[in-house]
C-alpha cells in the first residue's frame, strides 16, 4: 500500500520537474486526466490511515501508560510526564494525517466518485472522514471544519467538539446514504484486489457496520452528559448491535510484509516503535499488572506466567540473564530503573539481526482501527451506567472471550507465532477471580479494566478518551501509576493532560490568533479539559 502511495508521489514529481509548460498542459491534454481517479487514491489514504495514527499513538501511549521507555533523558520523558516538547510536531500527525495525508486526496477521492458515479468509492470516502475527524477531535478539541480546503484561505477558524461531533455523523449519514446506491459499472473487482480496499475488500455491509460502530464509540464518550442515561446509553448499544458480529468483522489494515513499503507501521520492518529504542516501545506495569492478577486483585511482582493466557500471547518475557523468563513493565517516568524491560517485539532470534515481531507488532499482523470485543466493553459500560447490570454482564463476558479471539486471529502473525489460547486457557481464566462471576459482582473497574486490556498496543487515542472522561480516577483504573511531585510536567500546576497541542508547523506557526482564542498559548494548554468528558 505505501509502494503504491510512493508510485503516486513520484508521479506528481516527474511531472514537475518534466519542465512548467507539460505540467500545465495537463490541463487541456485530454489523454492526461486533470483530476486523479478514485481507485488510485483509495489504497494510499487507507495507508495513511495507519501510518498518521501509529505515529502519534507512540507519544498517546505515554500518557495513557500502555508503553513507555527505558531512558531518563528529559527529552523521552516529557510524554510520560503530561507535558509536550515545544516547537515539535510529535503528537501533531493525526492533523497532519487529517488535513493534509487524507485531505484533498480524500475530497478528491468522494468528488469524482460523485461526478463519475462510483458510489462505493463516495461512502467508504465519507466514512474515512468520518473517522478521521473524530480521531482529531477528540486527540485535541477545537479544530478546523468545512474551510479546511478553501481557496485561498491561509488562516483557519477553530469548531468546539458539539459542532465536530455532528459534522462526523453528517459524514456518516452521507457514507450510509452512498452505500445505499447502486453504481452503474461494478467497481466489486477493483475494491477487492490488493490495489483496492485494503480494509473490507468492497463489502459494503461491513462499511455500514463501520460506521455503527464510530457512533457507538462517539456516545460512549459522552459518559460525563445528562444525557447519557437517558438517550446516549440506549445510543451506544443501538449501534453495537448494528456493527459487528465478531472479531472477524473488526476493521483492520491488511498488510501483506513483503517488504518494508507494505508492512505493519507498528511492525519491526517499518521501524515506528524501534527507531529509537530507548524512547518507546516498552509495556509499563499497568498492562503488566492487568494480565498478572491485577483487574480485581492484586498483581503478582515479577511474574513468569499468569491465570491470563494473554500475558504470554501479549508482552515480551525478559532475555536478561539476571530475570530470564521475568515479564516487566516500565514504571512510567522511572524508565532507567527498568532498563531489561524488551520492546513489544520481543527478543531478536540468535543468529539473527531482525525482530520476528510479536502479537500485533508483526509485520504481517494487520493493524487494528476498531474491533468487535472494544465494543462489547462499550455497550457493557453503556448498560451498567444504565443500571441494567444482567445485560451488561453478558456483553462484559462476550468482550473478554472476544479478545481471546482477538490475539488468536489478529496476534498470530509473527514469524514465530505463539501458541493459540486453547479453549481451556480461556476457561480457566473465565472461572477465576479475575473476570467478575455474576452481575451483582460486576464493577465499572471490572469492565473498563478488561476494556483497557483489549485496546493495549493499537487502540490509543479511544484508551485515552476512556481515561479522559473517568478522569484519570484510581478506582476505576486500579493500576494506572498516578504522578505526584517531580514526576509530573511543572508547566502542568499538578495536573493530567486532556488534550494535545495541535500541530506545530501549521498552526504555531500560521494560526497563532485562532490559537490564542482557544487558549493554545498558555503553557498548561494540554491540562485544559475537552467538551466530551465534562457534565
Not at 336 to 358: D, E, F, H, L, R
Not at 426 to 434: F, G, K, L, P
Amino acid at each position: 500500500m505505501k509502494y503504491i502511495y510512493k508510485i503516486v508521489v513520484l508521479l506528481v514529481v516527474a511531472m514537475i520537474f518534466g519542465g512548467c509548460k507539460k505540467y500545465l498542459d495537463i490541463n487541456t491534454n485530454p489523454t492526461v486526466p486533470q483530476v486523479t481517479k478514485a481507485e488510485f487514491l483509495l489504497p494510499p489514504i487507507i495507508y495513511q490511515m495507519t501510518n498518521g495514527t501509529a505515529q502519534d499513538y507512540r507519544f498517546i501511549w505515554k500518557v495513557t501508560q500502555d508503553m513507555g521507555g527505558t531512558s531518563a533523558l528529559a527529552g523521552p520523558l516529557i510524554w510520560e510526564q503530561h507535558g509536550f516538547p515545544s516547537t515539535s510536531d510529535n503528537g501533531g500527525v493525526i492533523w497532519r494525517m487529517t488535513y493534509v495525508d487524507l485531505g484533498l486526496n480524500l475530497e478528491n477521492m468522494i468528488n469524482d466518485g460523485i461526478a463519475n458515479e462510483k458510489y462505493e468509492y463516495v461512502a467508504i470516502g465519507y466514512a474515512i472522514k468520518a473517522w478521521a475527524y473524530q480521531l482529531t477531535t477528540d486527540l485535541h478539541g477545537p479544530i478546523i471544519l468545512d474551510e479546511a480546503f478553501t481557496p485561498g484561505m491561509l488562516r483557519f477558524p477553530y469548531h468546539d467538539q458539539p459542532d465536530v461531533y455532528a459534522k462526523v455523523r453528517e459524514y456518516g449519514a452521507l457514507s450510509l446514504k452512498y452505500l445505499n446506491m447502486t453504481s452503474p459499472m461494478s467497481y466489486a473487482a477493483v475494491l477487492a484486489s490488493v490495489s483496492g480496499d485494503n480494509i473490507y475488500k468492497g463489502d459494503k455491509a461491513k462499511w455500514r457496520k463501520f460506521i455503527y460502530a464510530l457512533y457507538a464509540l462517539q456516545y460512549s464518550h459522552l459518559r460525563n452528559k445528562a444525557q447519557f442515561k437517558t438517550n446516549y446509553a440506549d445510543s451506544v448499544v443501538k449501534y453495537v448491535d448494528l456493527s459487528f458480529v465478531d472479531e472477524s468483522e473488526s476493521a483492520t489494515v491488511n498488510f501483506t510484509a513483503t517488504s518494508a513499503d507494505d508492512s505493519n507501521p507498528l511492525g519491526p520492518q517499518f521501524g515506528y516503535l524501534s527507531a529509537n529504542t530507548t524512547y518507546y516501545g516498552r509495556p509499563t506495569t499497568q498492562i503488566l499488572k492487568y494480565l498478572t492478577g491485577g483487574v480485581r486483585g492484586t498483581a503478582t511482582p515479577d511474574p513468569k506466567t499468569s491465570i491470563d493466557p494473554r500475558l504470554s500471547r501479549m508482552l515480551p518475557a525478559s532475555t536478561a540473564t539476571a530475570t530470564l523468563g521475568v515479564y516487566q513493565g516500565i514504571q512510567p517516568t522511572h524508565g532507567s530503573n527498568t532498563t531489561s524491560v524488551p520492546i513489544v517485539y520481543g527478543a531478536i532470534p540468535a543468529g539473527s539481526t531482525t525482530y520476528n515481531g510479536k502479537y500485533i507488532f508483526a509485520d504481517a499482523a494487520r493493524y487494528p482501527l476498531m474491533t468487535y470485543s472494544q465494543l462489547q466493553f462499550a455497550k457493557s459500560e453503556a448498560l451498567f451506567v444504565k443500571g441494567n447490570t444482567t445485560d451488561a454482564y453478558a456483553a462484559y463476558v462476550k468482550g473478554i472471550r472476544a479478545h481471546m479471539d482477538f490475539c488468536n486471529r489478529y496476534g498470530r502473525a509473527s514469524k514465530t507465532p505463539d501458541v493459540a489460547i486453547s479453549d481451556p486457557e480461556i476457561n480457566a481464566y473465565m472461572a477465576s477471580t479475575e473476570v467478575a462471576q455474576n452481575a451483582g459482582a460486576l464493577t465499572i473497574a471490572d469492565i473498563m479494566g478488561q476494556k483497557y486490556i483489549a485496546q493495549w498496543g493499537w487502540a490509543g487515542l479511544e484508551q485515552w478518551c476512556d481515561i479522559r472522561k473517568y478522569h484519570y480516577d484510581p478506582l476505576v483504573y486500579r493500576n494506572y501509576y498516578q504522578l505526584t511531585g517531580a514526576e509530573i510536567a511543572t508547566t502542568n500546576g499538578g495536573k493530567y493532560a486532556y488534550r494535545f497541542r495541535p500541530r506545530y508547523n501549521s498552526e504555531y506557526v500560521w494560526n497563532t490568533e485562532e490559537l490564542a482564542k482557544w487558549g493554545g498559548l498558555n503553557l498548561n494548554y494540554m491540562t485544559q479539559e475537552l467538551w466530551f468528558s465534562q457534565p
